[in-house]
């Protein structure tokens, strides 16, 4: 789902949009090309003179290696924690457990590149940093703490970079960063005023309750 965010964010670049519509280009829109890293190639083939494919051909080839690792890795193994925290499937201990140490593994392979590199690529931002930033984004938002802020610094430098790109934030919005990070397996905050007073202090709660009932029998 998030990734449907690129798409939009290269539409709001500079010129990329014109560029493709005035040469003929724009029917992909009506086409309704899907597959994230489909449109992320067709438009940066589209606009080659931005280099967001890289400046030469073996740029291009180590774009395309990016993006097949996101869709290959670094996607499977953080949905894989992200979707039992937000509540879609129903979380089992074994398998976060082993989401966990894939998502360090994952991770410690991008930092270890980062820390050479300033972008995934070259010397300036290509799809290869969106794709990555856009999936990190629920990452920063949910299951990447202080203590994996602290961990990996490189990716926190770089997606920082990405986020504080204008057209990043105008559809993607500001980057929310978690002071700690959820767990599937906490108590989901309980929609009902009262279950809510029950959550924050039971025993009040239960001392409050007796009272109530006990009104309504004298005015019965």
């Not at 990329?16 to 040469?23: A, G, K, P, V």
């Amino acid at each position: 789902v998030c990734k449907q965010y690129v798409f939009f964010f290269f539409q709001a670049e500079d010129g990329i949009r014109d560029f493709c519509l005035s040469r003929g280009l724009g029917d992909v829109y009506k086409r309704q090309l899907l597959e994230s890293n489909a449109i992320l190639r067709y438009i940066a083939r589209t606009a080659l003179n931005t280099g967001l494919y890289g400046v030469n051909s073996y740029e291009n080839s180590c774009v395309d290696q990016w993006l097949d690792w996101v869709s290959n890795e670094l996607d499977p193994v953080l949905f894989s924690i992200v979707i039992p925290i937000l509540g879609y499937t129903k979380p089992d201990t074994n398998a976060y457990l082993d989401a966990r140490n894939n998502y360090y593994r994952i991770f410690t392979i991008l930092e270890n590149h980062l820390r050479q590199h300033t972008y995934m690529v070259g010397h300036q931002l290509t799809i290869a940093d969106i794709s990555v930033a856009v999936i990190l984004v629920f990452a920063f938002r949910l299951c990447f703490g202080e203590k994996d802020r602290q961990r990996f610094p490189s990716i926190v430098r770089h997606t920082l970079t990405v986020a504080s790109q204008q057209s990043f934030q105008k559809f993607c919005g500001r980057l929310i960063i978690c002071k700690k990070e959820f767990s599937p397996f906490s108590e989901l905050p309980i929609e009902h005023n009262d279950k809510q007073k029950e959550a924050k202090n039971p025993k009040q709660y239960q001392q409050q309750q007796p009272k109530k009932e006990s009104k309504k029998e004298e005015n019965s």
